[in-house]
């Protein structure tokens, strides 16, 4: 898949905009650690202050914050089936996401 755009975008207030959303839905659609990386990326340059995100290594882990513009960005990634049937590892109350890339291929 070609992607749309290089960089997120923002409405005036802030959040992403639907061809940042409708981006991370449509990643791939096969996957590699360079790819997932790649995907992560986009999503690590999105994502608001009003949460938090951290990445070592081959894992990920983001933190909602409570704001829907992060939501936003969750929901995009899960309805990037690919990417959460491989790289999803947990989920946990108050919004905190983790990712793993370690059973991609190179």
Aim: with cysteine; aromatic share 16%.
């Amino acid at each position: 898949m070609e992607r749309i755009m290089i960089e997120p975008t923002y409405d005036k207030d802030g959040y992403p905009t639907e061809a940042t959303l409708k981006t991370i839905e449509k990643w791939g659609p096969t996957f590699t650690k360079e790819t997932g990386r790649n995907l992560l990326d986009f999503c690590f340059e999105a994502w608001s202050s009003y949460g938090w995100s951290e990445q070592f290594g081959d894992e990920w882990s983001f933190a909602t914050g409570g704001w829907s513009g992060n939501e936003e960005i969750i929901g995009a990634m899960m309805e990037n089936r690919v990417f959460w049937s491989l790289c999803w590892e947990l989920s946990m109350r108050g919004g905190q996401y983790k990712f793993s890339l370690k059973g991609l291929p190179e």
